[in-house]
């Protein structure tokens, strides 16, 4: 049974499973690995983290809001939208998520609460509805904070509320405490871990003391990227390798807008035939020729009047240049357009450069592009790169629900902390399939299997190497509420089924149920007699 307390209030809010002890068992002069991104201090010492990418964020508060403001792109969107469809399937009355305990040990009975536990979470997440959003805040913001309530009181209840954190608001502490040991080094002697909390935001502090409410690590779900950037020990979210390829493509997007208005419109050069004028009548003279042929007509969208503006000359307007005495009078030219307004092979590029540093296939990017399905020659490298992909993303965002499941468990008292680690190896979380490529890739893989099977030995059936369970599952993608249907209905058809192999049996034998012969009929002496 678990142990289940509060944290006194001076030292740290919310609850803590089991007892806190952060002394070492194993001395070491190495700090653990920083795999988490936790912002690591000394005890007591000075808090506070910068960074500076380009010059545009200086802390993570500004690098998760610049992650959010490219999300908003419409590329960018795009793609995103692209990964959250394929990694969560919300269609067909299906739960997105389910739980495979057959490699668990256990009873039944603790299969049974540790399946009712797994609902319990969805149903506090509301991932049957919420879960694409979910997985959206997990990959654009690289990190995703949960509080968990408990009622203090009944804490054997298990959880009672998960309610959201912004990440710009909470951030993980590691405080270690250091010792001198033999020869003068410098000994790790415990390690504290907290999480720190305020509603202005977490900004660099230098300080003695963090500025904000410290909450026990228990109180908090936390699930990463797992991208840890190697100079700053920071988590960094999926669309950071997309900065730099997002702002090429705006720049080359803007510059292209620029071109076609300035060398979209045809202009005309007038020239102006001045004679033997001098320089200064020559201008004036120009400069009344303009005023006469020149008539801008603009419109205001403020007020929905148009006005004759005239005043400036731009570069987008017709040209006056004098021509003086010997040259062949006044005349009149157009300026040809750009002729090369329609080239956009180098915004494809940066497009194609974008979708590559978000792991999505090129191909997607056009609307109109079309795909075959169940062969492999139609299944493109870069899909298959891309199913893999989403099989990573979606082992990561695992830790969410096996977290929470631990706390759930864990305060229900049906596991305890130390017996977590042989639980969690066992239990697979199932997302449901709607990658068309993947199943397509697996059924070519599997097509192929047969055929060598059948090539080695032609007249053995199928049931010898595969169970039926297996053929649910694997061939017919059916999940186990529909296998038990599927084998009661089974079960009801079999009497009629066994009839019908009888009779077919007994047509082929050739062994018919006929009535026998009558008797022949006896004459009037045998009767007499």
């Given at each position: ?10 030292r740290l809010l919310g609850f803590q499973i089991g007892t806190q002890n952060p002394i070492q068992k194993y001395k070491s002069f190495a700090i653990p690995a920083n795999v988490d991104g936790a912002s690591q201090i000394a ?131 590691r405080e270690i405490k250091k010792k001198l040991g033999e020869g003068g080094v410098e000994i790790v002697d415990s390690i504290l871990e907290y999480y720190l909390y305020n509603e202005r935001g977490i900004v660099n502090v ?143 590029y940066f497009q194609e450069r974008l979708y590559q540093a978000l792991h999505v296939p090129k191909s997607r990017l056009k609307s109109d592009g079309g795909f075959g399905v169940g062969r492999e020659a139609e299944i493109s ?149």
């Amino acid at each position: 049974m678990a142990k289940n307390y509060l944290m006194e209030a001076f030292r740290l809010l919310g609850f803590q499973i089991g007892t806190q002890n952060p002394i070492q068992k194993y001395k070491s002069f190495a700090i653990p690995a920083n795999v988490d991104g936790a912002s690591q201090i000394a005890s007591g010492g000075i808090y506070g983290t910068y960074v500076d990418l380009e010059g545009t964020a200086k802390n993570e508060a500004e690098l998760i809001t610049r992650y959010r403001d490219m999300a908003m792109q419409p590329e960018c969107d795009q793609a995103i939208e692209d990964i959250i469809t394929d990694a969560v399937v919300q269609e067909d009355n299906r739960p997105a998520l389910s739980i495979n305990l057959e490699q668990l040990e256990q009873p039944e009975s603790v299969k049974k609460q540790i399946h009712d536990a797994f609902d319990e979470i969805l149903k506090l997440l509301n991932f049957n509805e919420d879960g694409m959003e979910i997985f959206r805040r997990w990959y654009v913001d690289g990190r995703l904070f949960y509080h968990i309530l408990v009622d203090p009181d009944t804490p054997q209840e298990g959880i009672k509320e998960l309610r959201y954190l912004d990440p710009r608001r909470v951030r993980k502490i590691r405080e270690i405490k250091k010792k001198l040991g033999e020869g003068g080094v410098e000994i790790v002697d415990s390690i504290l871990e907290y999480y720190l909390y305020n509603e202005r935001g977490i900004v660099n502090v230098e300080a003695t003391t963090a500025i904000g409410v410290k909450i026990a690590p228990d109180a908090i779900c936390y699930v990463h990227s797992g991208l840890i950037d190697s100079t700053r020990n920071m988590v960094v979210s999926y669309l950071h390798k997309a900065i730099k390829p997002l702002n090429q493509l705006r720049a080359m997007e803007d510059a292209h807008v620029i071109y076609r208005l300035s060398r979209a419109a045809e202009r005309r050069v007038f020239y102006i035939d001045v004679g033997n004028m001098p320089t200064n009548r020559a201008e004036a003279y120009i400069k009344v020729i303009m005023n006469d042929f020149r008539n801008k007509l603009v419109y205001d969208s403020d007020t929905g009047n148009v006005r004759d503006d005239h005043k400036f000359l731009s570069m987008q307007e017709d040209f006056f240049l004098p021509r003086r005495e010997g040259g062949r009078g006044t005349e009149v030219t157009t300026l040809p357009a750009g002729t090369n307004l329609g080239q956009i092979e180098d915004i494809m590029y940066f497009q194609e450069r974008l979708y590559q540093a978000l792991h999505v296939p090129k191909s997607r990017l056009k609307s109109d592009g079309g795909f075959g399905v169940g062969r492999e020659a139609e299944i493109s490298r870069d899909e298959v790169k891309f199913s893999r992909f989403i099989v990573k993303l979606r082992k990561r965002f695992d830790h969410l629900i096996k977290e929470l499941l631990k706390i759930q468990l864990e305060l229900c008292g049906v596991i305890t902390k130390d017996e977590w680690g042989d639980f969690r190896d066992n239990i697979t979380i199932a997302y449901q399939k709607d990658s068309v490529f993947t199943e397509a890739k697996e059924q070519e893989i599997w097509t192929k299997r047969l055929q060598l099977l059948t090539m080695i030995d032609p007249e053995s059936p199928v049931d010898r190497y595969f169970s039926r369970e297996w053929i649910f599952k694997n061939v017919l993608m059916l999940d186990e509420d529909q296998i038990e249907i599927m084998k009661d209905q089974i079960k009801n058809e079999k009497p009629e089924v066994d009839d019908e192999k009888e009779r077919i049996a007994s047509l082929e034998s050739g062994v018919f149920e006929q009535e026998p012969p009558p008797a022949p009929k006896k004459s009037k002496s045998e009767k007499n007699k």
